[in-house]
């Protein structure tokens, strides 16, 4: 296969996607740019900021990208390029923009409230609190693996201890530097911005030469050393402030900049495949069907296709992540309803881009990922993309290496402080009943629901789940996090039956991700208790076994209450229908 016109047809399916099918889910759903979004109903300063529209794309884009839609393709090929490359296209349109612009469209119409209120809607409040259980231990378990991923990217030692050294070090360093500045650049520009109202096309283009000018301090001037149990600690209070800090100061103003990062590491992808393709270097060695040789061997997953394909390719296809993101932060800046479809739907399929873009990379360099030579799948990517441009512009290929292993630090460091923001909103939501805010709790509830009090619940937590490295927490993650997008997608699917709007097509994607997640975890389940009692893994297993058993108990009660409630609303609407 042909790396360049793979990608060219896919980013063709795509946009035919986006079109059509998201153009039809618009009008089945009602989305209506006349009517009042939370952002401007509910203003607050804090947390409902309205957001102009390219502005929010960044902040939600760079939200729900981290390091999924590279790390799973890359890890998943092992099961061969053509299963990949349906997986992505077909969950992306189908499954994940579904999915993300339901979660958005539903939070609008719920006060920019999460998928807990949403349930509570449809499903009653034991429900909503199942649900919110569900989705907070998924998001601390997103905040550890990518605290571990971040601070792994920048540490100068690794989880285990082990001493970072060479061409890795030096980015390291060089990556911790320029992320300080850009998170610094970023402050800077939301303040501009926000208070000065600077014109947001100047302020762009400023903002850009800012982070030039960044890159190029860090890649020359790097002091910092630290370990990486420094950094985790660092990265702790870090996200503690940050979450708690109101959103036009940080989270906006990093989230769009990052986003022109994430921007450029598409262009330079596309750049990179089609130059290498044209200059006669563009190989794709991947298999089309797979080697099942290669399973569990350096970057790539273990197991079947069958649950494992679909587990480990999340955010390229379809992500529970995506669905608190849309419901969490970005809903309560929407500007207008029309902009839901380009931030929701639209987001979705460019990080199925994204994904074609790092199955392309391994392609790439296939024989050194199958021979170990590359020890994270970030460092495919990276590796792999970079060598592309190095086989047409040699010069190149150093700087392009340490720029993609940046715009993925910086994309893991998006996700993690908007993780813990996300997580916060649902600790206090799990104690508010259906008419309050969390200023009319009282006693011990009020003490938990406080802002810097849940975050610094979730950051406690997350961080020290962290501490044990991400190769620990990433297989229990990828799992939880699917069974969270299948919960969604059965969150949102009563709620559009509640309120007799077409939900047909969630079907088919709530059955499916159902089945293929519970079959992962149950699989996890036996191989940890195996590997424990046996005392081939340490005390680790046991709790990832533990947390798997309670996260399929509550996905489970969670399906027979949305399975009661449709066949409900089925008996009623035929009933509604035979009385007419």
């Known amino acids: 296969m042909n790396a360049a ?11 035919v ?12 759903w009602g989305v209506d740019p006349s009517r009042k979004t939370p952002a401007h109903e509910l203003e607050d300063g804090l947390d409902y900021v309205p957001a102009k529209a390219p502005v929010l794309m960044g902040h939600h884009f760079s939200s729900i990208a981290g390091a999924g839609p590279i790390n799973g393709p890359i890890q998943a090929a092992v099961f061969g390029w053509v299963p990949v490359l349906l997986w992505v296209l077909i969950g992306g349109i189908f499954f994940g923009g579904v999915h993300d612009f339901g979660a958005l469209f539903a939070s609008l119409r719920h006060k920019g409230q999460s998928i807990g209120e949403i349930i509570d809607d449809s499903m009653g409040k034991t429900a909503k609190k199942l649900f919110i259980t569900f989705g907070y231990l998924t998001l601390l378990l997103v905040v550890a693996a990518f605290s571990s991923i971040v601070a792994s990217t920048f540490g100068v030692t690794t989880a285990a201890g082990a ?7 030096a980015a390291n360093q060089s990556t911790a530097m320029i992320s300080i500045l850009f998170i610094l650049l970023a402050i800077v520009f939301g303040f501009f911005v926000y208070r000065k109202n600077a014109p947001i096309g100047i302020s762009s283009v400023i903002g850009c030469v800012g982070i030039i000018a960044v890159v190029f301090i860090g890649l020359n001037f790097h002091p910092i050393a630290l370990t990486y149990n420094q950094w985790m600690w660092i990265l702790g209070a870090y996200i503690l402030i940050a979450s708690v800090t109101p959103v036009w100061i940080l989270l906006q103003p990093r989230d769009y900049l990052s986003s022109f990062l994430l921007y450029f590491m598409i262009g330079a992808g596309i750049i990179a495949i089609i130059g290498a393709t044209v200059t006669g270097h563009g190989s794709f060695a991947i298999p089309a069907m797979g080697d099942a040789a290669l399973k569990g061997t350096g970057v790539f997953t273990t197991g079947t296709a069958f649950p494992a394909l679909f587990v480990t390719i999340a955010c390229g296809a379809i992500s529970g992540f995506h669905s608190l993101v849309s419901s969490g932060t970005t809903a309560k800046q929407l500007d207008n309803e029309k902009d839901a479809k380009p931030v929701a739907f639209g987001s979705m399929l460019i990080e199925c881009i994204v994904a074609v873009i790092s199955l392309c990379a391994i392609g790439f360099v296939w024989v050194a990922a199958s021979d170990g030579t590359y020890a994270s799948p970030t460092q495919v990517f990276a590796g792999g993309l970079s060598a592309m441009i190095g086989s047409f512009a040699p010069g190149m290929q150093d700087i392009m290496y340490q720029l993609l292993i940046l715009a993925v630090s910086v994309f893991c460091l998006t996700s993690l402080d908007t993780a813990t923001r996300l997580a916060r909103y649902m600790l206090q939501e799990f104690f508010v009943e259906n008419g309050q805010t969390a200023k009319d709790l009282t006693g011990y509830k009020k003490v938990i629901a406080n802002p810097y009090v ?12 962290g501490m044990t490295g991400y190769t620990k927490i990433w297989p229990l993650f990828g799992a939880a996090n699917q069974l969270l997008a299948a919960i969604g997608l059965l969150a949102v699917c009563t709620w559009l039956g509640a309120v007799g709007k077409n939900n047909k097509m969630f079907y088919i994607p709530m059955t499916f991700m ?5 079959c992962s975890l149950v699989q996890t389940i036996k191989a940890k208790l195996t590997a424990y009692t046996t005392g081939a893994a340490d005390i680790w297993a046991l709790i990832q076994a533990l947390i798997a058993v309670l996260l399929v108990v509550l996905s489970i009660i969670l399906a027979v209450i949305a399975g009661k409630t449709l066949v409900k609303q089925f008996k009623e ?8």
């Open 5 to 15: 016109v793979l990608l060219i047809i896919s980013i063709v399916v795509l946009a």
């Open 17 to 28: 996607g986006y079109v059509l099918y998201g153009g039809w889910l618009a009008k089945q």
């Open 163 to 169: 001493a970072v050294e060479g061409a890795t070090l």
């Open 454 to 465: 849940a975050t610094a619940i979730t950051v406690v937590l997350g961080v020290s789940l």
């Open 514 to 518: 159902l089945a293929v997640t519970i």
């Open 573 to 580: 609407k035929n009933k509604g229908n035979a009385a007419a």
